[in-house]
C-alpha cells in the first residue's frame, strides 16, 4: 500500500514534443505528490507539486494532473527541450513525512 | 528555495574502512533529515529518517550498527558508513525539511561512495 507505481520506465521525443509521465498510487492517506527531476551524478531537484484538492497544477512548461478518485497523477512537459533531458520521480507523502519514490522514468528529448 | 549540500561529494575508500558523509542545511534549520541511497539507474530507497537530539529512524533491512546517523544540530547531519564493503558504493544524498513554512523535502547534491 506504500508503493508509487511509475510508467513508462523510458521515453524518447523529439525537440517541441510533449511527453507525460503517470504515477499511481494506493494509500489515500497521502496528501502531497511532488515530481522531482535528476541529472546523472545530482541529487534530485523539485519541479512542481500537487496536494489533492486541485486536480491541475501548472509552473511554466510543466503541468500535473491529477485524479484523486482513480489515485493517479501525470506530469507533462510542455514544448520539451534537449535540456529537459533527465530522469523523472514522482513521489507521494502524507505532508513532508517521508516520501516514497517512483521507480522513475528517463526521458530523452531529441532536437 | 532552501538550499542543502553534502561533503564530500565523492569518496573512494578500501573495504573496512569507515566513511563519514555530511549533510548540512545552509539558510534554514533543518528539524528533520533524511538519508537516502541510489544504485545505478533506480530509484531512491530511503534508509533513515533523523531528527534533531533524537535517535534516528531506520527503515527495514538498513543495519543501524552499519549505517550510524547523527543529527547533532539544527543544521547538521551526518551518516557514517562503518566497516564499508565494495557492496556499500553507492549514491548517498541526503535532504532536509523543516515543520513550518517548508512543503517538502529540500535535496543535497549526493555523495558517491566508492569501496574498493
Known amino acids: 500500500q506504500q508503493q508509487v507505481k511509475q510508467s513508462p520506465q523510458s521515453l524518447i521525443v523529439q525537440k517541441g514534443g510533449i511527453p507525460i509521465i503517470n504515477c499511481a498510487y494506493e494509500?489515500?492517506?497521502?496528501?502531497?505528490f511532488p515530481w522531482y527531476q535528476q541529472f546523472p551524478g545530482k541529487g534530485p531537484a523539485l519541479l512542481i507539486a500537487?496536494?489533492?484538492?486541485?486536480s491541475e497544477k501548472k509552473e511554466g512548461r510543466f503541468t500535473i494532473s491529477f485524479n484523486k478518485s482513480a489515485k493517479q497523477f501525470s506530469l507533462h512537459i510542455m514544448d520539451s527541450q534537449p535540456g529537459d533531458s533527465a530522469t523523472y520521480f514522482c513521489?507521494?507523502?502524507?505532508?513532508?513525512?517521508?516520501?516514497?519514490f517512483g521507480t522513475g522514468t528517463r526521458l530523452q528529448v531529441f532536437p | 528555495g532552501a538550499v542543502v549540500s553534502q561533503h564530500p561529494s565523492r569518496v573512494i575508500c578500501k573495504s573496512g574502512t569507515s566513511v563519514k558523509i555530511e549533510c548540512r542545511s545552509l539558510?534554514?534549520?533543518?528539524?528533520?533529515m533524511f538519508w537516502y541511497r541510489q544504485f545505478p539507474k533506480q530509484s531512491l530507497m530511503l534508509m533513515a529518517t533523523?531528527?534533531?537530539?533524537?535517535?534516528?529512524?531506520?527503515e527495514q533491512g538498513v543495519e543501524k550498527d552499519k549505517f550510524l546517523i547523527n543529527h547533532a544540530s539544527l543544521t547538521l547531519s551526518t551518516l557514517t558508513v562503518t566497516s564499508a564493503h565494495p557492496e556499500d558504493s553507492s549514491f548517498y544524498i541526503c535532504?532536509?525539511?523543516?515543520?513550518?513554512?517548508?512543503?517538502?523535502?529540500?535535496f543535497g547534491p549526493g555523495t558517491r561512495l566508492l569501496v574498493l
Open positions: 535532504s532536509a525539511t523543516a515543520p513550518v513554512g517548508f512543503e517538502t523535502q529540500y
Open positions: 500537487i496536494r489533492p484538492d486541485v
Open positions: 533523523s531528527n534533531e537530539g533524537s535517535k534516528a529512524t531506520y
Open positions: 513521489a507521494a507523502s502524507k505532508d513532508t513525512d517521508k516520501l516514497i
Open positions: 494509500n489515500t492517506a497521502f496528501d502531497y
Open positions: 539558510d534554514f534549520q533543518a528539524t528533520t
